[in-house]
């Protein structure tokens, strides 16, 4: 099936590995009202140590050494979109396109395509992208960052997060980044056996109105044995030790996890927080239009890990 929207490719089909459901939270267990600080953290500002792992989409297509294009065959979260392997989706901009960084970036961007029917027979109205670095790079312990800019709309749903190679929830998820249309504030969140979906443990931060998801900023986690740390652009959003996690399930945090960058589009994370049922769920109309007019953007200047 062919779609006429600007940049279109034909679809190809994807023989790498699917990689897990996305299953995200919902329950705030830990909500602050805390705020970013105004500068947007640099990439020259990173971590002591060694960089194991770095992309900073420089080249004109994607580094298929690195990364792996997820095609729809796993729908989770009642979200609106199927995922393709296509440059309408997904692909290295410079210039201008890159609204400013340096080097190039990595876009991701939801497009209205109705009546499009995944390799597995399901309809859906949006496709979209997702990729991820299963079997090619995993990581157990670090420091992991990477420097996005979003666009404003209720009910868009793009993350950057990781998860283990295998059972979910057992081998566990960490949530660095997750929007879903609030511009003031991001969340992120992880999820192990016994605190997973709604009960997964989660905190926001909240930004100034001058410095909102609209800029750059830097999404990171640091990870050690004992603990996660999440900050943006520096600033501390919520600290999990394993203590923490020891009293809800079993600590899912001493396996290597792989990297994942997705834009994902309504569902039920949205609805839980605009009760949006139509046009569609989770998506209201205004932000519809958007995606119907090429607004609706993920934008990833790098990705980096660094391990001590």
Known sequence: MNFNFPGMKQFKNFTGSMACAVIVSFFL????????SAPVAK?????????????????????????????????????LQGYVDSAAVIRLVAGDEAEGAANGALLLQPHYAPGYITKDGQKFDFVSGRINTRNKAEFAYG???????????????PAWWMLGNGNWPETGEIDIMEYVGEKDWISSAIHGKGYSGDAGIVDRLY???????????????????????FKYDDVPVLRITKPMTQFFGEWAFDNPKYLILNFAVGGVYPYKINGIQEPFYG???????????????MLVDWVRVTKK
């Open 143 to 157: 420091s992991f960052a990477a420097r996005i800019k979003l666009t404003d709309g209720a009910g868009l749903w």
């Open 43 to 79: 990439e020259e500002n990173k971590p002591a140590g060694e960089t194991v792992f770095f992309d900073d989409f420089s080249g004109t297509t994607l580094d298929t050494s690195k990364w792996n294009t997820e095609v729809s065959g796993i729908h989770v979260n009642n979200e």
């Open 29 to 36: 267990i830990q909500c602050t009202n805390k705020k970013a």
């Open 283 to 297: 998506l209201p109309a205004s932000t519809f239009e958007l995606i119907k007019a090429g607004k609706s953007k």
């Open 207 to 229: 930004f100034p109105a001058d410095n909102d998801v609209t800029n750059w900023h830097v999404y990171a986690v640091d990870w050690t044995p004992d603990s996660l740390l």
